[in-house]
C-alpha cells in the first residue's frame, strides 16, 4: 500500500523560504507514468493545488498564482520529494498535502494518494 | 475565488438521497474529467470518484458521479452519519494549465 508523509518545519517566519518534504514508501517515485504533487489548504478553507512533477517525463505544471515562488524536486535516492516556498506571508498558512497525481490511460487526472498533511504556520 | 462552484452546504436524513452540483466552464468541466474528494474531520482528503463516474476500490456504490455539459454532480444515496463530510469537486483547467478545485460542500446528516 503506497504510503506518502510529509515532514518540514512548522513555523516558518515572514519573507523567509517554506520547505517541505514527502517520503514516499510502498512504491517507487520513478519508473512509472504518476505525477507527484502539492496541495494546500488553509485553516477552515479549501484545498488549493499548488504544482505537480513527473520523474519518469520531467513535465512540471505549476499553479500560474504561485508559480513565480514555488519549486518542486525529487530526491530519488531517498523516494522523496520536496516542495520549496519563498517570499512566504501569512496567507501561505496552511495544511500542506503531499499527493500521487494518477492520469494513466485517460483517467483523472486525480490525486488518488494523499499524505496526512503538514501544518506551516507563517509568524510575522 | 473558486473557478468551479458548489453550494456550502447540503443536508439530509439518513437513508435520504442528496445531491452536490458542481458548475464550471467549458475550459475544466465542459473539456475535462470531473473527480470528486471527500474529507471527514480532521483527515486528509481522499479521492471518492474519478474520471467523473469511477469510483476507486473501496468507495461504496451509494456514491455517484455524473456530468452534463459544465455541470458535474455527486450523489449520495442511502445517506448515513459517516457521510457527514466536507466534499470537493475539481477538475484540469486548460486555460490555467492546472488543477482547480470548488469550495467545498458541507454535508450534514440531520
Known amino acids: 500500500q503506497l504510503q506518502l508523509q510529509e515532514s518540514g518545519p512548522g513555523l516558518v517566519k515572514a519573507s523567509e523560504t517554506l520547505s517541505l518534504t514527502c517520503s514516499v514508501s510502498?512504491?517507487?517515485?520513478?519508473?512509472?507514468?504518476?505525477?507527484w504533487g502539492w496541495i494546500r489548504q488553509p485553516p477552515g478553507k479549501g484545498l488549493e493545488w499548488i504544482a505537480s512533477?513527473?520523474?519518469?517525463?520531467?513535465?512540471?505544471f505549476y499553479n500560474p498564482s504561485l508559480k513565480s515562488r514555488v519549486t518542486i524536486s525529487f530526491d530519488t535516492s531517498n523516494n522523496q520529494f520536496s516542495l520549496r516556498l519563498t517570499s512566504v506571508t501569512a496567507a501561505d498558512t496552511a495544511l500542506y498535502y503531499c499527493?500521487?497525481?494518477?492520469?494513466?490511460?485517460?483517467?483523472?487526472?486525480?490525486?488518488?494518494?494523499w499524505g496526512q498533511g503538514a501544518l506551516v504556520t507563517v509568524s510575522s | 475565488q473558486s473557478v468551479l462552484t458548489q453550494p456550502p452546504s447540503a443536508s439530509g436524513t439518513p437513508g435520504q438521497r442528496v445531491t452536490i452540483s458542481c458548475s464550471g466552464s467549458?475550459?475544466?468541466?465542459?473539456?475535462?474529467?470531473v473527480n470528486w474528494y471527500q474529507q471527514l474531520p480532521g483527515t486528509a482528503p481522499r479521492l471518492l470518484i474519478y474520471?467523473?463516474?469511477r469510483r476507486p476500490s473501496g468507495v461504496p456504490d451509494r456514491f455517484s458521479g455524473s456530468k452534463s455539459g459544465t455541470s458535474a454532480s455527486l450523489a449520495i444515496s442511502d445517506l448515513q452519519s459517516e457521510d457527514e463530510a466536507d466534499y470537493y469537486c475539481?477538475?484540469?483547467?486548460?486555460?490555467?494549465?492546472?488543477?482547480?478545485f470548488g469550495p467545498g460542500t458541507k454535508v450534514t446528516v440531520l
Open positions: 474520471t467523473t463516474d
Open positions: 512533477l513527473s520523474k519518469t517525463t520531467g513535465r512540471s
Open positions: 510502498g512504491g517507487s517515485i520513478i519508473g512509472n507514468k504518476f505525477y
Open positions: 467549458n475550459s475544466n468541466v465542459g473539456n475535462n474529467n
Open positions: 499527493a500521487r497525481e494518477d492520469y494513466y490511460n485517460g483517467r483523472g487526472p486525480d490525486f488518488d494518494y
Open positions: 475539481a477538475s484540469w483547467d486548460d486555460n490555467l494549465y492546472g488543477h482547480v
